[in-house]
């Protein structure tokens, strides 16, 4: 292997780390919430990513709750599977997920 291919391959190593790392982080942050979540009546119970399919190109980020008026389901996508666990993590943590009244389960 080239010199270059190996430092090209080092850095996606490097790369992949740091994004495993931010994933896996807020992930953790996640999971420390719960607790506090479930005390103010909000219990995640369900939190799915599904890979692009049915012509869909993104991943699909699928988060159902309860909440003091019944069950929930938030939806969020991205282009790659990191990106939308990032912003599921995201938008539970800053509570910008958008609720809808879960009719499916």
Known sequence: MSRQGSQSGSQEGVEISRMA???LTELWEVE???EAWEERGF????LRIRPPTGGRVEWLG??????DDGR???????????ACLHLVCARLLNGSMK?????YD
């Open 32 to 34: 420390a919430r719960l």
């Open 43 to 46: 219990v995640l119970r369900d």
């Open 72 to 82: 929930v389901v938030g939806f969020c996508s991205a282009g790659s599977f990191d």
């Open 62 to 67: 699928v988060v159902r709750a309860y909440q």
């Open 99 to 103: 609720w809808k009244v879960d009719e």
């Open 21 to 23: 790392h931010r994933v």
